[in-house]
């Protein structure tokens, strides 16, 4: 009966596998591909066009494009991870009916749907100048991103004694001393989790792009990447060659952070 749960449980996982693999198997048959090959999707070409990527970088500003995702990202996601994970520390050692009250109604703003405020918070930013700027779009993710992190960090930190708190406060360290030199240095695994989770929709982010970033110069790659439609031509090809470059930096990110994100997510950053 084990042999047959365990066989059950192998075909699920390889039929989630696949339905992932398959949409990236067949970006990379169009990636490397002429636009005038009518072949079939299925099929890999016998052939390696790099002119796509050479388009899609050129046509699209890419080089631009990805030092803006660069910037973008790299600023949110270290403001979320100071922001979230100060913010978690008194929520977490300090049960009182205020930080309830306070864990709650973060818990409350990951259900709000973030286009039902867009257009207020649009209005918002135009009222104090954040509209194309690194900063404001920066503000906006960090705002949106701050519930999740703050949330993981307070079950994760839930995870750590007590007692090396007490011991750092009885050797004359101040709150802010003992989170900083005692608690942060062990967030690793759960930092690695928010980079990836946090960082990944930063980095892929369009709905808030499209509407804080509408200089040239200020567009990130998902937003670059939509000028290869129009009403008179589609470059889906370039879009792909565009799609596959922009997800490099993805995959590196999550191939040497994979062990402490799931070291992370299994050490308490889904328990309360």
Not at 100 to 118: D, E
Not at 215 to 227: A, E, G, Q, R, Y
Not at 234 to 244: I, K
Request: net charge positive.
């Amino acid at each position: 009966m084990r042999q047959w749960k365990k066989r059950i449980y192998s075909f699920i996982l390889i039929l989630i596998s696949l339905v992932h693999l398959v949409p990236f198997y067949i970006l990379l048959t169009m990636a490397f591909k002429e636009k005038a090959d009518l072949s079939s999707k299925w099929l890999f070409p016998g052939y390696l066009y790099l002119d796509n990527f050479k388009n899609a970088w050129q046509s699209a500003n890419l080089g631009r494009a990805f030092i803006n995702n660069i910037i973008i990202t790299v600023l949110a996601t270290l403001c979320i991870i100071l922001l979230s994970s100060m913010a978690a520390y008194p929520l977490s050692r300090r049960k009182t009916k205020l930080n309830t009250f306070i864990y709650t109604a973060i818990i409350s703003c990951m259900i709000v749907p973030a286009l039902t405020i867009l257009v207020p918070l649009y209005k918002i930013m135009a009222d104090v100048g954040g509209i194309s700027t690194y900063w404001g779009i920066i503000a906006v993710h960090v705002t949106f991103m701050l519930p999740l992190s703050t949330f993981l960090y307070t079950g994760f930190i839930g995870t750590i004694p007590r007692e090396l708190d007490e011991a750092a406060l009885i050797d004359g360290k101040s709150r802010l001393g003992v989170f900083y030199t005692i608690i942060f240095p062990l967030l690793k695994p759960i930092t690695a989790t928010v980079i990836i989770l946090c960082g990944v929709n930063v980095w892929n982010d369009y709905q808030y792009s499209v509407f804080f970033l509408q200089s040239t110069d200020m567009k990130p790659i998902t937003v670059s990447l939509n000028s290869f439609f129009s009403m008179y031509q589609s470059q889906v090809n370039w879009l792909a060659a565009g799609c596959l470059m922009a997800s490099v930096p993805l995959i590196i990110a999550f191939l040497l952070l994979q062990k402490q994100f799931v070291k992370g997510l299994s050490s308490g950053a889904v328990k309360l």
